[in-house]
C-alpha cells in the first residue's frame, strides 16, 4: 500500500477555483490508478474524477469540464484542478489509489486500497 495525503481544500467562493493535491509516500507513485471521491454530509461517497496506471481520464458528469486531473511523478502527486465550483462540489475530498498498469480507471472505492484522510471543500453562494 501507499501512503496518501491531500491538502489543498479551503473555502472558495462559487465560481471559483482550487487545486487538490493528493501525495504518495512509500511507493512510486507512477504506476498506480488514483480516484478522487467526495462525501457530502448526509449524502453518499461519490466518485468525482480518476486518472489510470497509463494517464487515462474519466469524470463524473457533474465535474467534466470543469475539473481537469494531472499527475506529476516527479513529486509524486496527483492533482485535482477545480474550476468554475459551485455549492454543490462542497465536500470532503478524498483521494483513493491502486496499483495499476491499466488504462482502467476505477470508479468504485472497493476497487482502491489506500485512502488518504479527506480535505474540506466548501464553496460559498
Known amino acids: 500500500q501507499v501512503q496518501l495525503v491531500e491538502s489543498g481544500g479551503g473555502l472558495v467562493q462559487a465560481g471559483g477555483s482550487l487545486r487538490l493535491s493528493c501525495a504518495a509516500s512509500?511507493?512510486?507513485?507512477?504506476?498506480?490508478?488514483v480516484g478522487w471521491f467526495r462525501q457530502a454530509p448526509g449524502k453518499e461517497r461519490e466518485f468525482v474524477a480518476g486518472i489510470s496506471g497509463t494517464d487515462s481520464t474519466h469524470y463524473a458528469d457533474s465535474v467534466k469540464d470543469r475539473f481537469i486531473l494531472s499527475r506529476d511523478n516527479a513529486k509524486n502527486t496527483v492533482y485535482l484542478q477545480m474550476n468554475s465550483l459551485k455549492p454543490e462540489d462542497s465536500a470532503v475530498y478524498y483521494c483513493?489509489?491502486?496499483?495499476?498498469?491499466?488504462?482502467?480507471?476505477?470508479?468504485?472505492?472497493?476497487?482502491?486500497?489506500?485512502w488518504g484522510q479527506g480535505t474540506q471543500v466548501t464553496v460559498s453562494s
Open positions: 483513493a489509489a491502486t496499483y495499476s498498469s491499466s488504462d482502467y480507471v476505477a470508479e468504485f472505492g472497493g476497487e482502491y486500497d489506500s
Open positions: 512509500g511507493r512510486t507513485f507512477s504506476n498506480y490508478a
